[in-house]
């Protein structure tokens, strides 16, 4: 099954980034922690070239920590600046800036050499929607945020933000690739709200989201509903939730529809606790 979706401002964005790239010396793309893989932007890979890149995994208080990492040594393994960060807490502040600093070292090596000094790093914050831009940008410049200059191509969508002297950062829109090829893709995006659940099924969304809850935090399924999933498929599951929640359309008909918008409501809102929708030994 492949979805589309590639909305037109997000092929403006596209563009708008590449435009800007030959005045960006590190790129810093943000990922759910939730889903390390899933919220990769391929089409950054073609938009980074040769620059410096830091991966900031957002939303790690939401992910299961062990799993996290799980992750975290992996990104370590591949030799990549990566940090997993709370973006509501202040020293995720001192992770990211330490972060984007090594990997503007070369650059800070290679303007010594031509004799230039005090050089801002000119950072390009990306990412696909609701992974947390805004949130992070808003941490990094607290009182002191302001457009640093007007700029050829500096747009509504497209903002240069100081965040002390030695660093300006460019928030971009969230963009998303043009289409999915893997299903699963689009239901890790909708389960952790980057993409609004209308684009797929619900039954998709659920069946898949509930298999793998009961294979890696079952328990919280029991915890939670008092529904042990152990021998019960997707559809089955929901029929026991219909019941114990009364959720009827009359007196002899269940409201399945209904308790499918209940179940991923409840995982939407993170009422299992701290999940993790992928995992390491699974996906690579």
């Known amino acids: 099954m492949t979805i589309q979706w590639y909305p037109g401002h997000m092929a403006k964005a596209k563009r708008l980034m590449k435009e800007q790239l030959k005045a960006v010396d590190i790129i810093v793309e943000l990922r759910d922690a939730r889903i390390p893989l899933a919220s990769k932007n391929p089409m950054l890979d ?29 990104f370590n393994e591949q030799n990549m600046i990566n940090i997993f960060v709370d973006s509501t807490t202040a020293i995720s502040k001192k992770l990211v800036i330490d972060a984007i600093e090594r990997a503007g070292e070369s650059r800070r090596e290679r303007d010594a050499k031509r004799g230039i000094k005090n050089r801002a790093l000119k950072v390009m914050i ?18 002191k945020m302001a457009n640093v200059a007007d700029r050829p191509g500096v747009t509504r969508t497209t903002t240069w933000i100081a965040i002390n002297k030695d660093l300006v950062l460019m928030d971009t829109p969230g963009v998303l690739w043009p289409k999915f090829d893997d299903q699963s893709i689009g239901v890790k995006l909708a389960l952790t709200n980057a993409i609004k659940e209308q684009i ?11 298999e793998y809850l009961k294979k890696h935090y079952s328990h919280r399924i029991t915890d939670r509903y008092n529904i042990n999933p ?35 409501l409840e995982i939407k809102n ?9 995992r390491v ?4």
């Open 46 to 74: 073609e938009l980074a070239q040769n620059k410096s890149k830091v991966l900031v995994f957002t939303k790690s208080d939401l992910a299961d920590p062990v799993v996290t990492n799980e992750w975290q040594s992996f």
């Open 270 to 278: 993170h009422k299992l606790g701290k999940i993790s929708w992928e």
């Open 126 to 143: 990306v990412g696909i929607p609701n992974v947390g831009k805004s949130t992070l940008i808003n941490l990094l410049a607290k009182k």
């Open 200 to 210: 797929l099924p619900i039954d998709a969304i659920v069946e898949q989201g509930y």
């Open 281 to 284: 030994h699974e996906q690579l």
């Open 230 to 264: 152990e021998n019960l498929v997707s559809h089955e599951f929901i029929v026991e939730l219909a019941k114990s929640k009364n959720m009827q359309v009359n007196d002899e008909k269940l409201d399945i529809n209904r308790a499918l918008h209940f179940l991923f």
